[in-house]
């Protein structure tokens, strides 16, 4: 991935910084940290530490590289994360701030052990390494956007016919004597033309809309994938089910949530 390759490149550097890459895919989720050089794990996905969100921070108010010699005597760190900085061991380091059309992809953080003097070429390298990494992450996110367009039906949420398509096709080639089989449901909703001429299909939009949740609620932690084929049909694909009097006794289950007023 970017992330992985960026990682690579950076904690080549000499001297080799402690590196780690921050990533806010919604602005109202927390912060996460995506890629990082720690001795333990080569890229864990956990949430951002108080002072990985400092620095994040600073890097997004400042819009570009925020570059610290030392960082005990940088007016722009907080006394906080300056004391943060000191515990972690960090002395100098490079913040890059990864932000596309004025929206906020993350950040990559350059931590040094040691104060030091950073030449003009090397901070290009540093913000044509973040204006890369930017680019292919706003292209990765729309890339997955219209991915999830093309599988998703865009009324209910739900996957649709193409995806059920693709996944059918996974569950079928995966069978073993271990897992035999599995069961795909059909359904539609009966008199639901009567609904939209008598309602209006903005109240028939209504009820689709409460299909999913309803059945998925009666799903529970079954494994499963419920998805709208179009029009009032929808599908249900269950796995791991060989068994047809289960199936059939989740089937009945579904029918009697569906029979409930709405």
Request: aromatic share 4%.
């Amino acid at each position: 991935s970017i992330l992985a390759i960026t990682l690579e490149a950076l904690g080549g550097l000499t001297p080799r910084p402690q590196v780690t890459i921050c990533l806010q895919e919604i602005a109202d989720r927390p912060l996460q940290i995506v890629a990082s050089d720690s001795e333990t794990v080569a890229i864990p996905i956990t949430a951002a530490r108080p002072l990985a969100q400092a620095l994040h921070q600073l890097a997004l108010e400042n819009r570009r590289l925020l570059v610290g010699p030392d960082f005990a005597v940088e007016p722009a760190l907080p006394d906080d994360t300056r004391a943060q900085l000191a515990n972690a061991g960090a002395r100098a380091g490079v913040l890059l701030p990864l932000i596309y059309r004025d929206a906020p992809l993350g950040s990559i953080s350059l931590l040094y052990a040691e104060r030091r003097e950073f030449g003009d070429i090397e901070l290009d390298s540093f913000a044509a390494i973040g204006n890369i990494v930017t680019l292919a992450l706003a292209s990765a996110r729309h890339i997955d956007g219209l991915d999830y367009l093309a599988h998703h039906d865009s009324l209910t949420g739900l996957p649709n016919r193409m995806f059920l398509h693709r996944e059918f096709e996974q569950v079928i080639a995966s069978r073993s004597a271990s897992l035999p089989g599995a069961a795909l449901l059909l359904m539609d909703l009966d008199r639901f033309k009567d609904i939209n001429d008598t309602l209006g299909h903005h109240i028939g939009d209504l009820l689709l809309q409460q299909i999913g949740p309803r059945l998925k609620a009666e799903l529970g932690d079954e494994a499963s994938m419920l998805c709208r084929l179009g029009g009032d049909e929808f599908a249900l694909l269950l796995p791991d089910e060989s068994d047809p009097a289960r199936v059939r006794a989740i089937a009945q289950k579904l029918l009697n949530a569906l029979r409930k007023p709405f």
